[in-house]
């Protein structure tokens, strides 16, 4: 760890000289007054790293850890947003060029469904599931969610390149076996920031997975290079209702540990 000399010294020398100043025979000030002048001092003195390394953590790192905590799955939601689309399509544009990829391949493709496009993938969706899932399954686990996704108002496509994938695998020969892992966690760590930012805006979102069923018709109908794959969808909305609950197992000595503190 990094000990910021100055950070350190600076309250210790100021606490002698307080502490001298208090005692000492020679102050011709009363005693309190003496002291509240130097707490002054100190305070006035003290150096602001000092303060911010020793106890608060950065503001950004505070607005960051809240959108994490406000994430949520929500699943009822309609197309009545604020949220120009100007705005979405920023964040969206700014989360497919930050996202990090293994050794920067850049392998996400994403497309954006607003409105009218957003109700033709859900209709699609629809009618996919209702030809391939037997009837009854349908009726019972498909309808009702498939119509609540379609009344939001827009949805996020999210994709990789399988000709860059293959590109990366013919680079890294040693590597074949995990990049096809990696491009997983590149498409999800993308589909986290766009849901975190999202949500920061304001609006819910909940994440679907009706690949690969509808596939095939996604590509003919957006028009799609054939070697890109379908790995989410995430609706996203207005907010509407309650949260469903959620609970946690515990974290410290079961799903985190630590070691050398
Ligand atoms: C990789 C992954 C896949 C998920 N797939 C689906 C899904 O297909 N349908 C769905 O409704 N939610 C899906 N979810 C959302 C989870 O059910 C949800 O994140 C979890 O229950 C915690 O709730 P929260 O998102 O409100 O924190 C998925 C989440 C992750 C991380």
Redesign the pocket.
């Known amino acids: 760890m990094e000990i910021n000399m100055s950070a350190v010294l600076g309250p210790i020398v100021l606490l002698s000289l307080s502490v001298f100043l208090i005692n000492s025979r020679l102050a011709i000030l009363p005693r309190y007054f003496r002291a509240t002048f130097t707490l002054v001092l100190i305070l006035y003195l003290l150096p602001p790293r000092a303060i911010d390394t020793m106890s608060s953590p950065s503001a950004s790192t505070l607005a960051l850890a809240e959108a994490f905590k406000n994430?949520?799955?929500?699943?009822t939601l309609s197309d009545d947003i604020t949220l120009p689309d100007a705005r979405i399509q920023e964040i969206i544009h700014d989360a497919v060029k930050h996202s990090p990829s293994p050794f920067n391949y850049q392998g996400s493709r994403v497309v954006l469904l607003l409105k009218a496009e957003h109700h033709k993938f859900w209709d699609i969706a629809r009618e996919v599931a209702q030809a391939k899932i037997p009837a009854q399954v349908f009726k019972e686990r498909y309808e009702a969610?498939i119509n609540m996704f379609r009344a939001a108002y827009g949805t996020v496509l999210f994709f990789a390149s399988g000709s860059k994938l293959k590109d990366l695998q013919t680079q890294y020969p040693l590597l074949v076996d995990h990049l096809p892992q990696w491009e997983e966690h590149m498409s999800?760590m993308l589909?986290?920031a766009v849901?975190n930012m999202l949500t920061s805006e304001g609006l819910g979102c909940?994440?679907?997975?009706?690949n690969p069923m509808v596939n095939t018709r996604v590509a003919e109908e957006w028009k799609l290079p054939a070697d890109w794959s379908l790995k989410?969808q995430m609706v996203f909305g207005k907010p509407v209702g309650e949260?469903?609950e959620?609970t946690f197992e515990p974290v410290e000595g079961t799903r985190f540990f630590v070691h050398g503190v």
Not at 71 to 75: A, I, L, Y
Not at 206 to 210: A, T
């Open positions: 994430r949520r799955s929500t699943h969610r999800g589909q986290y849901w909940n994440l679907q997975h009706y989410a949260l469903r959620k």
